[in-house]
């Protein structure tokens, strides 16, 4: 296997919930450390972090030593101008694909990751398959990169590209080892158990 990067979303203002959704704790971390380490514990090298609402604070409040740290300066464009960032940040790297993580899915778990970064490859593109839908983490091969950031505008991120690419997508079934669902409030947040993400590992 050819070692992904991992890309953590993490720069809106998660204005649902009332601040960052960086600085949401959950377990006893923030949920950008959780995204960090489950990232780094699915194999993927480097991690990079995109920040944008009170980048400073998270920054400061984070312990994000392990990963590389860029600002989006226009965050409050959508996820998509994060996603256009952080790929151009890991072009300078020798990744061959980029595992996409966003910063709000605690359940999300490192067995997750690795299924889907076991498919690295220039061309790949693969998404979690969670029941009938689909969700993250998101696999994309190095060789999309330049289409993917064309499209991915306001908070659509790579799902406008993937539908396109729809005969090239590998579905990942990962219903069985991890949760899908995101965190927009803190009754979101309440819903999932305190082990979620860290646990639920595949033998």
């Not at 980048?55 to 590389?68: E, H, I, P, T, W």
């Not at 993937?162 to 090239?168: F, G, I, N, V």
Request: aromatic share 4%.
């Amino acid at each position: 296997m050819r070692q992904p990067a991992g890309l953590i979303l993490a720069a809106g203002a998660g204005r649902r919930y009332g601040h960052p959704k960086a600085l949401v704790e959950f377990g006893g971390r923030l949920l950008v450390e959780r995204a960090v380490d489950t990232a780094r514990a699915g194999g993927c090298r480097p991690v990079c972090v995109v920040l944008g609402a009170q980048s400073s604070v998270v920054r400061v409040r984070a312990a994000l030593a392990a990963a590389v740290l860029v600002d989006n300066p226009d965050w409050a464009a959508g996820m998509g101008s994060s996603l256009r960032v952080g790929l151009t940040a890991l072009r300078a790297t020798g990744a061959v694909a980029a595992v996409v993580l966003l910063v709000d899915m605690p359940g999300v778990t490192p067995t997750a990751v690795r299924r889907l970064a076991a498919l690295a490859a220039p061309e790949a593109l693969a998404t979690a398959g969670y029941g009938a839908g689909r969700g993250h983490p998101v696999l994309l091969g190095r060789a999309h990169w330049t289409a993917v950031a064309a499209s991915a505008v306001g908070d659509t991120g790579a799902r406008d590209y993937l539908r396109q690419r729809a005969a090239e997508l590998r579905v990942v079934p990962c219903d069985d080892i991890a949760v899908g669902g995101d965190v927009d409030t803190e009754a979101d947040r309440d819903s999932f158990p305190p082990g979620a993400g860290i646990t639920r590992h595949s033998p």
